[in-house]
């Protein structure tokens, strides 16, 4: 826990606010058919929290529909928990700050200290005893997962994944800074289990609710996540 290229913005900035009607009176449309972008799939997870300064908020997991609409629908969602120093651009954020990432991002694979839920499609690799997550910007292995911890990565800039057993029971990769790191970006930004009070930067969920998202997704249908807020000035940016 512990850059890209502008592709899309949400459509209107006013529309982001969640449950609301528009004028006409007709139903809100689903958060994603108000994106311009959603990484291309027909799977997406939004995590939404009502403002920056938010610990706090709600993830939800969407299916495209196969109509000629290609209508979004909610498969569930859960509350979730973001970094203690609330939400940031992932463009400039900084390490350490303990802020979550906004933006549009893939999901490389999922991870685990137990087993993967019955029925996940998702690469699922198991957390073992010499498992890491480097965060050490000098090394080498900076914002990956490494077994052993490499020499010149150091311990105390690196996660040891077995250690959070809470957390990281099930989690899943979020593409941030992750294709061409920059050092001083931020690495090993997770979508992962709650452990019950604010991330280092992470979106977290409940146990269960993880487990669901792993068994619902597909990777054939591309599914990426997309964290924000449900205020006006948010946009939601591909890196």
Request: aromatic share 8%.
């Amino acid at each position: 826990m512990r850059p890209g290229v502008l592709v899309a913005v949400l459509v209107s900035a006013s529309l982001l606010t969640l449950g609301a009607a528009p004028a006409g009176g007709s139903p809100p449309r689903p958060l994603p058919a108000r994106m311009a972008d959603t990484g291309g799939g027909t799977q997406l997870i939004t995590a939404v929290a009502p403002d920056t300064g938010s610990t706090t908020g709600t993830v939800t997991w969407w299916d495209r529909g196969d109509g000629r609409d290609g209508g979004w629908v909610a498969a569930g969602s859960a509350p979730a928990r973001f970094g203690s120093g609330g939400l940031t651009d992932g463009a400039t954020r900084v390490q350490g700050t303990n802020t979550t990432p906004t933006g549009l991002y893939d999901l490389p694979y999922a991870f685990g200290i137990e087993a993967a839920p019955r029925g996940t499609a998702y690469r699922y690799r198991p957390v073992h005893a010499d498992s890491w997550w480097c965060q050490d910007n000098a090394s080498r292995s900076y914002n990956r997962w490494t077994e052993p911890r490499p020499a010149d990565c150091r311990a105390a800039e690196a996660e040891h994944l077995v250690t959070y057993a809470t957390q990281y029971a099930h989690a899943l990769v979020v593409g941030f800074n992750y294709d061409r790191p920059v050092r001083g970006r931020g690495a090993g930004i997770f979508l992962h289990v709650d452990g019950r009070g604010a991330t280092a930067g992470c979106v977290s969920v409940p146990k269960e609710a993880m487990r669901r998202i792993l068994r619902w997704a597909e990777p054939g249908e591309r599914p990426h996540i997309a964290i924000g807020t449900a205020g006006g000035a948010t946009a939601v940016t591909r890196y």
